[in-house]
């Protein structure tokens, strides 16, 4: 299963979205199949945001073609989306801190008994369902009761994950899954995200950190201000390529000219490489959340 | 960490049955709730014995009806400030109903019982329509009751009274259900202490063992996260603002038959004493924690209080402060409590 071979889930062709006169988002194509990665890399306000917000059924596509399964559709909401199996995690992951593991895992969902006036929440059954659905997932949480707000941030992610995968997703889409976290907290996520495309769910994988992305990724699509840089399977681009095309490729090269007269700042034109420079005050369709740049240390696995 | 295969259940032996216990929201009040008993009963001979069990139960039971409710409404993210002033309503609307409208007293306790949770519902909404918090439109609705209780009481009445409820026919029936008294070793037990396991008991199961409780707990946590995985946030929220007006109708009708008249305005200024004793019991006054047996407890601590001040022969104005006392002690050790059991956790 390598994710070039599986069926497509998810298709769109020339996509476009404007806000009044500001393009948010113009003639991006890509493709996700069953069993694959597409990861979506851009800097801040390169329309990430945008892109999974049409996904996932918040906002209409004003141009092109959404198609699920093959079939061209329009998304009147999230909850469209989720019935048609496309479950997004986004950032701050819909749970509840000072609830347990298990009820967060089925809120909104409970299992229930009995009938009328006596149907109840099945406790036991859905403490047994969450160890068994985060077992499968390869996720150790030690406590089912413990309260989600003492689960370390990578936990809570995996968490998120395996309850989208239970609750019937064929197509995850995460929302900078791995941002907030530190490197080894990545890497654990970055296992669970693999999980899931080995269990047959395709996965978009939304990203500014392409030292993430690649391990992973079967395509990747590159954001720059609305506009696709290019949507590109793993064989036709290599780590180094996709990082200088994220950095925002000949800019770079000028700064790094630039910074290349002084040899003691030499070696930070390479650090720069991965670290994008955010210039979001040009795009008025920006991410609010203006992220901090990663390290781009080797954290991915 | 995928190289170790997930034995969650080795792991559980070092969390502990003890800090399983302490994360309990109750725990803080219980300790308190065994100090005051174990205080008092060193004051008096009789706070310890059946009759005075069954004397300081009694303002408990009323109390801990509200509180329970209160509880709820509170773990759901909101206050609820009219909810005093309501029992005066409900009281208010039967005996006048009865007493000057001739309705039949089961008739009017039915009325007002719908009176009573179509304010629960306007409150319920103006809440979750303006998105204003429910601390400010329910002082509102607080003032308007608290206004029309005088207003109206004082033009059909000409008094700030309303009684002669005893003379009502059916007056003995309802009394006997709400607010009689039962015998059990020796002493005469208020038969609202019945209902008030009876409430206490209805909301923990709801509360832990049902859907509707486990949205309680996302309203109060995170509403925008519990909406966004498709909890009815709103008809939550409107259904606990409901809940605390049934308890209120529950409580001032009992109230209301066992006095037989009912003032103008009663149940003022009860609002804080249920809020006090949630939050006693272990409710967060930021939402989405807390119990509703440990607002019974809460209770039960203020019906020790209120009676053991006069068992113990001092005066009852030192009621407040002990209150006060308490209200600090038991919030200090509820959060201490907390964060050991959390930071132990990780």
Known sequence: MTGTDGAPLLEVRGIGKYFGSVVALKDISTIVRAGGITCVLGDNGAGKSTFIKILSGVHPPDEGEYRIDGEPRKLANPREALDLGIATVYQDLAMIPLMSVWRNFFLGSELTRGRGPLRRFDVRAAKAVARRELAEMGIDIRDLDQPVGTLSGGERQSVAIARAVHFGARVLILDEPTSALGVKQAGVVLRYVVQARDRGLGVIFITHNPHHAYPVGDRFLLLNRGRSLGDYAKADITLAELTRLMAGGAELEQLAHELERDPTTAAAGQHLAADPAADPAADPAADPAADPAQPATGSAP | ?346
């Not at chain 2, 009040?29 to 009789?46: E, K, L, N, Q, W």
């Open chain 2, 1 to 346: 960490m995928t190289a170790t295969t997930p034995t969650a259940d080795e792991r559980l032996v070092d969390v502990g049955r003890l800090r399983r216990l302490l994360i309990r929201p109750e725990l803080g009040s219980i300790v308190g709730a065994v100090i005051v008993y174990i205080f008092f009963t060193t004051r008096s001979d009789i706070f310890g014995t059946v009759d005075g069990i069954a004397n300081w139960l009694d303002p408990a039971s009323t109390l801990g009806i509200m509180a329970v409710a209160v509880a709820l409404l509170m773990i759901g993210g909101e206050f609820d400030l009219s909810a005093g002033v309501l029992t005066g309503s409900v009281g208010l609307m039967t005996a006048l109903l009865t007493t000057r409208g001739g309705m039949n007293l089961w008739a009017a306790i039915f009325v007002t019982l719908l009176a009573a949770l179509a304010i629960g519902f306007i409150n319920g909404m103006l809440v979750v329509r303006t998105r204003l918090p429910s601390f400010i439109v329910t002082l509102g609705t607080f003032l308007m009751l608290q206004g029309l209780n005088l207003g109206l009481t004082k033009q059909i009445t000409d008094t700030v009274q309303v009684g002669g409820l005893d003379k009502v026919p059916g007056y003995h029936a309802a009394f006997k259900l709400f607010s009689s008294t039962i015998k059990i070793g020796g002493s005469d037990f208020r038969v609202a202490v019945f209902w008030w396991i009876g409430v206490t008991a209805v909301a923990t199961w709801v509360l832990m063992r049902t859907r509707p409780g486990n949205w309680i707990f996302s309203v109060g946590g995170d509403v925008r996260a519990a909406r966004s995985v498709g909890v009815p946030a709103n008809r939550t929220k409107i259904a606990l603002f409901m809940t605390t007006a049934g308890a209120a109708w529950l409580v001032g009708t009992i109230t209301a038959l066992r006095l037989t008249s009912v003032q103008a305005n009663s149940g003022v200024g009860q609002e804080f004493t249920y809020i006090i004793a949630a939050v006693i019991g272990g409710c967060l006054l930021t939402g989405g924690y807390g119990s509703a047996i440990g607002a019974s407890i809460g209770a039960i601590i203020f019906g020790m209080a209120d009676k053991g001040i006069i068992y113990a022969g001092w005066d009852s104005d030192w009621f407040k402060f002990f209150l006060g006392v308490m209200l600090l002690l038991a919030t200090l050790t509820n959060s201490l409590v907390r964060r050991f059991a959390e930071e132990a956790r990780k």
